[in-house]
Nanobody, 126 residues
Framework: QVQLVESGGGLVQAGGSLKLSCSFS????????MGWFRQALGKEREFVAA????????NYADSVKGRFTISRDGAKNTVYLQMNSLKPEDTATYLC???????????????????WGQGTQVTVSS
């Protein structure tokens, strides 16, 4: 069974940094796109970043470009989200997701992802 587990969230001051991790298991295919999404209290889940299985293709939401970096380590079955220059509006539950793609590509819509983790809370104080 597929399982994704996020970690690394916490409370930081504006301008600080956090690095989130998503460890996954049970993905039998080697061609899974991975993504990070976030959901603030009372708001819809929104796209943050995505990466192809090989790591060769990435995509970012405009709100995080230049501040966040998604990466992966295939040997460790882990995807990361390095978050720098954090802002109070980045406060949300961050979730990782996986979806099968038969090619090197990414997906950015919530409805396109099949597997989800439970999320890790990120709170940025002002």
């Amino acid at each position: 069974q597929v399982q994704l587990v996020e970690s690394g969230g916490g409370l930081v001051q504006a301008g600080g940094s956090l690095k989130l991790s998503c460890s996954f298991s049970g993905l039998t295919s080697n061609t899974y796109a991975m993504g990070w999404f976030r959901q603030a209290l009372g708001k819809e889940r929104e796209f943050v970043a995505a990466i192809s299985w090989s790591g060769g293709v990435t995509n970012y939401a405009d709100s995080v470009k230049g501040r966040f970096t998604i990466s992966r380590d295939g040997a460790k079955n882990t995807v990361y989200l390095q978050m720098n220059s954090l802002k109070p509006e980045d406060t949300a539950t961050y979730l990782c997701a996986a979806d099968f793609l038969p090619s090197e590509g990414v997906r950015v819509r919530v409805s396109e992802y099949e597997y989800w983790g439970q999320g890790t809370q990120v709170t940025v104080s002002s």
